[in-house]
């Protein structure tokens, strides 16, 4: 997991720099998940682009892994960031295709297409309730998938 996060970070390095958006991450190097890499890496990356965009004045992304407390030991990644949240009459269209409020690139489908491939691997990815400033989303992925990639 955390090869898969260095992977979707790296794109963002500079731009995240230049804008002064510092990235940590906190993944366990010892999280092994069977997985399509390209497109967990691709949820990655809509994640903390869509974050460094939310921070033009820059901030801060934290990136960690999470051991859930599932029976089949469910492992869950949290990206979070200090932008001013989410405003709430997007949050209930978050996930849906076109959704681009306030962008200023990009066609919407970001959220939407991560949305489908976590769920194309028996997880499921979120935005945690949480007043501003800050969003917080999680994605989690099992184990095992219910089909394997």
């Known amino acids: 997991m955390s090869e898969v ?26 999280i092994e998940l069977l997985l399509e890499r390209s ?6 990356m809509n994640l903390v682009g869509n974050a460094i965009e939310a921070m033009p004045g820059g901030g801060e ?25 989410i405003p709430p009459e997007l949050r209930s ?7 681009t409020y306030g962008k200023k690139n ?5 959220l939407a297409l991560s949305r489908q491939a ?3 691997h ?3 990815v979120w935005a945690v309730d949480k007043q501003p400033p800050g969003a ?5 992925l099992p184990r095992q998938p219910a089909n394997a990639i």
């Open 5 to 30: 996060v260095e992977a979707g970070v790296e794109t963002f390095q500079q731009t995240a720099a230049a804008q002064g958006v510092a990235i940590r991450r906190d993944v366990d190097p010892e």
């Open 39 to 44: 497109r967990i890496e691709r949820v990655v």
């Open 61 to 85: 992304i934290v990136i960690r892994s999470i051991q859930s407390g599932s029976p089949n030991g469910d492992v869950e990644l949290e990206v979070a960031d200090n932008s001013p949240g």
């Open 93 to 99: 269209q978050l996930f849906q295709p076109f959704a």
């Open 106 to 110: 990009g066609s919407g489908l970001g």
């Open 118 to 120: 976590v769920l194309d």
């Open 122 to 124: 028996g997880g499921d």
């Open 136 to 140: 917080v989303f999680r994605i989690r």
